[in-house]
Structures are given as structure tokens and as C-alpha cells.
T-cell receptor, first 111, second 112 residues
Framework: QQQVKQSPQSLIVQKGGIPIINCAYE??????FPWYQQFPGKGPALLIA?????SEKKEGRFTISFNKSAKQFSLHIMDSQPGDSATYFC??????????FGAGTRLFVKA | DAGVTQSPTHLIKTRGQHVTLRCSPI?????VSWYQQVLGQGPQFIFQ???????GRGNFPDRFSARQFPNYSSELNVNALLLGDSALYLC???????????FGPGTRLTVT
């Protein structure tokens, strides 16, 4: 119940494409769902986050879609660029307590 | 403004030794969390501290301990190191332990 399942493991898209990363959770007590971007040798950087009472949130080229009934959420990256090549983690958190991370998706954007 | 800082950047230890990792949160942040990230996996929660009190603990053995100081900086201690402790150790800070947390660059620990 504490797991967050993330897919795909890796993704290759052309520049300008829209990569989509999906996550699913079981624990309905989770109330905050952030996405992190991590470059090699660096710590994860908070990209965007959503609460379950919202179905969609956009920040720049990044969009989260949230389906509370299906217990799924996804990240879309519009007009992807080679600089977006990184590992992306979805996560879920409950009431300010520990954050549970997905296993990560390695994204490569071809120039 | 300085972000979360961690020291040292890299560390090599031998099995059975002890290690201390340090973290300074963003100025004004009162909560620090520690995570272990094994290569190719997502970070795993170890501890959360807020106002010098332990708020939560992940599924790690008692060899792992931590504390938070009055200036809100924190230390993670690992005793009797095992090869499997080799990982990137991440510190994250937040204002009050609530939702937005910001990660430091991590300490890469190698146990030989």
C-alpha cells in the first residue's frame, strides 16, 4: 500500500515530442503528489506538484494530470528539448510525513 | 540564497566503520529529511526531523541514526557499515515538514 508504481522505465522521444510518464498508487491517504527531475550526480529537483482535489496542473511546459478515482497521475512534457534529458521521479506524500518515490523514468530527448 | 548543502561530497569507507554525514537546510527551513538512493532506484526515506524532534523513521536498521541541532542543521550517522550501504545519501529541507521539500546534491558513500 505504500508503493508508487512508475512507468515506463525509460523513454526516448524526438525534440518537440511530448513524453508521458505514468504513476499509480494504492494508499488513498496520500494527499500530495510531486514530480522531481534528477540529473546525473545531482539531487532531485522539485518540478511540479498536485493535490488530489485538482485534476490538472500546468507549470510552463510541464503538466500533471490526476485521476483520483483510478489512483493514477501522469507527467506530460510539452515541446521536449534535449536539456530535458534526465531521470524523472513521481512521488506521493501523506500529511507532511515521508515521501514515497517511484522507481524513476530515464528520459532521453533526441536533438 | 543558498540551497541545501551537504558534506562531504564523496566518501569512501571500509566495512565495519562508522560514517557521519552533514546537512544544512535552506535558511528559514526547520525540517530536514534524509533519504538513501541506491544507483538506478528512487530515494528511500530514512528519517524526518522537525524542530530537533524525530518525526518519522523509514524501514532502516538501528545502525542508522540522526539528529538535528538548534540551528536546524542535521547529521546522519551510520554504524557498522555494510557493502549494501553504498549509495547517494540525500538531505531535503522544508519550512515546517509540510509538502514542498528541496533536496541537496547528496553525499556519495562507497563502502569497500
Amino acid at each position: 500500500q505504500q508503493q508508487v508504481k512508475q512507468s515506463p522505465q525509460s523513454l526516448i522521444v524526438q525534440k518537440g515530442g511530448i513524453p508521458i510518464i505514468n504513476c499509480a498508487y494504492e494508499n488513498t491517504a496520500f494527499d500530495y503528489f510531486p514530480w522531481y527531475q534528477q540529473f546525473p550526480g545531482k539531487g532531485p529537483a522539485l518540478l511540479i506538484a498536485i493535490r488530489p482535489d485538482v485534476s490538472e496542473k500546468k507549470e510552463g511546459r510541464f503538466t500533471i494530470s490526476f485521476n483520483k478515482s483510478a489512483k493514477q497521475f501522469s507527467l506530460h512534457i510539452m515541446d521536449s528539448q534535449p536539456g530535458d534529458s534526465a531521470t524523472y521521479f513521481c512521488a506521493a506524500r501523506r500529511g507532511g510525513f515521508k515521501t514515497i518515490f517511484g522507481a524513476g523514468t530515464r528520459l532521453f530527448v533526441k536533438a | 540564497d543558498a540551497g541545501v548543502t551537504q558534506s562531504p561530497t564523496h566518501l569512501i569507507k571500509t566495512r565495519g566503520q562508522h560514517v557521519t554525514l552533514r546537512c544544512s537546510p535552506i535558511s528559514g527551513h526547520k525540517s530536514v529529511s534524509w533519504y538513501q538512493q541506491v544507483l538506478g532506484q528512487g530515494p528511500q526515506f530514512i528519517f524526518q526531523y522537525y524542530e530537533k524532534e524525530e518525526r518519522g523513521r523509514g524501514n532502516f536498521p538501528d545502525r542508522f541514526s540522526a539528529r538535528q541541532f538548534p540551528n536546524y542543521s542535521s547529521e546522519l550517522n551510520v554504524n557498522a557499515l555494510l557493502l549494501g550501504d553504498s549509495a547517494l545519501y540525500l538531505c531535503a529541507s522544508s519550512f515546517d515538514g509540510s509538502y514542498e521539500q528541496y533536496f541537496g546534491p547528496g553525499t556519495r558513500l562507497t563502502v569497500t
